[in-house]
C-alpha cells in the first residue's frame, strides 16, 4: 500500500527566512503527488500538485515542490516565508487508477517575526 | 460559489450511541470522498463515491462505519455503537470527477466527540 512519509512535524522559522518541508512516499509506478495546506480554523485546500510533465511545480503564492522519482521525494520550498505562511502542511499521494488521497502526518509550520 | 458543506459542526455523543454526519458537495461534482482526521492516524481515507455507487470503502474501519450517497449529490457517514477511538474530525471533499486531474475541494468537517 502506498505510504507518505513526512519527516518533520513541527518547522519553525524566522520571518524572510527560507523553509523546506520534507515529503517522501513509497515507491509506485506511476504517481501523483500533492501539498495541500490548512491554515488555522480553515478547511484543507490545495496548495499544488504534481501529475505530468515538468518535475518542478509552482504554487501561486510562492511555494514550489520538485518531484524526485530516484529520491522518491515531493519536498516544498519556499525562499522566503511571510507570518501569513503558518499553517500545516500536508503531504498526499494517489496512485494512478486509485482515486483516494494518502497523506502524510502534516507538518505545522510557525513563523517567528 | 457554495462550496462543500458539512453538518453538524460539533457533535457531542455518548458512547454506544448511533450518529449521522451529512455532506453536501459541490454541485455538479460527481465524486465525493470521505476522510478522518484524528491525532493520532492523521488524515485518513474512509470511503469514496463516483455518482451513488463507492467503488473503494477500503478505508472504513468497522462495519460500525457505513456511507450511503443518494441522487448523486448528499451523502450521508453513519457510524453505529460509538466508541470513544472513533472521536476524530470527518472531512468531506467532493470533485468534478473522480481523476487526481480534478481537485478534491474540502469541507469544513464536522468533529466527533465520544465520550
Known amino acids: 500500500a502506498q505510504s507518505v512519509t513526512q519527516l518533520d512535524s513541527q518547522v519553525p522559522v524566522f520571518e524572510e527566512a527560507p523553509v523546506e518541508l520534507r515529503c517522501n512516499y513509497s515507491s509506485s509506478v506511476s504517481v501523483y503527488l500533492f501539498w495541500y495546506v490548512q491554515y488555522p480554523n480553515q478547511g484543507l485546500q490545495l496548495l499544488l500538485k504534481y501529475l505530468s510533465g515538468s518535475t518542478l511545480v509552482e504554487s501561486i503564492n510562492g511555494f514550489e515542490a520538485e518531484f524526485n522519482k530516484s529520491q522518491t521525494s515531493f519536498h516544498l520550498r519556499k525562499p522566503s516565508v511571510h507570518i501569513s505562511d503558518t499553517a500545516e502542511y500536508f503531504c498526499?499521494?494517489?496512485?494512478?487508477?486509485?482515486?483516494?488521497?494518502?497523506f502524510g502526518q502534516g507538518t505545522r509550520l510557525t513563523i517567528n517575526p | 460559489g457554495a462550496g462543500v458543506s458539512q453538518s453538524p459542526s460539533n457533535k457531542v455523543t455518548e458512547k454506544g450511541k448511533d450518529v449521522e454526519l451529512r455532506c453536501d458537495p459541490i454541485?455538479?461534482?460527481?465524486?465525493l470522498y470521505w476522510y478522518r482526521q484524528s491525532l493520532g492516524q492523521g488524515l485518513e481515507f474512509l470511503i469514496y463515491?463516483?455518482?451513488?455507487?463507492?467503488?473503494?470503502k477500503s478505508g472504513l474501519p468497522s462495519d460500525r462505519f457505513s456511507a450511503e450517497r443518494t441522487g448523486g449529490s448528499v451523502s450521508t457517514l453513519t457510524i453505529q455503537r460509538t466508541q470513544q477511538e472513533d472521536s476524530a474530525v470527518y472531512l468531506c471533499a467532493s470533485s468534478l470527477l473522480a481523476s487526481p486531474y480534478n481537485e478534491q475541494f474540502f469541507g469544513p468537517g464536522t468533529r466527533l466527540t465520544v465520550l
Open positions: 454541485s455538479g461534482h460527481t465524486a
Open positions: 463515491f463516483q455518482g451513488n455507487s463507492a467503488p473503494d
Open positions: 498526499a499521494v494517489s496512485d494512478q487508477g486509485a482515486q483516494k488521497l494518502v
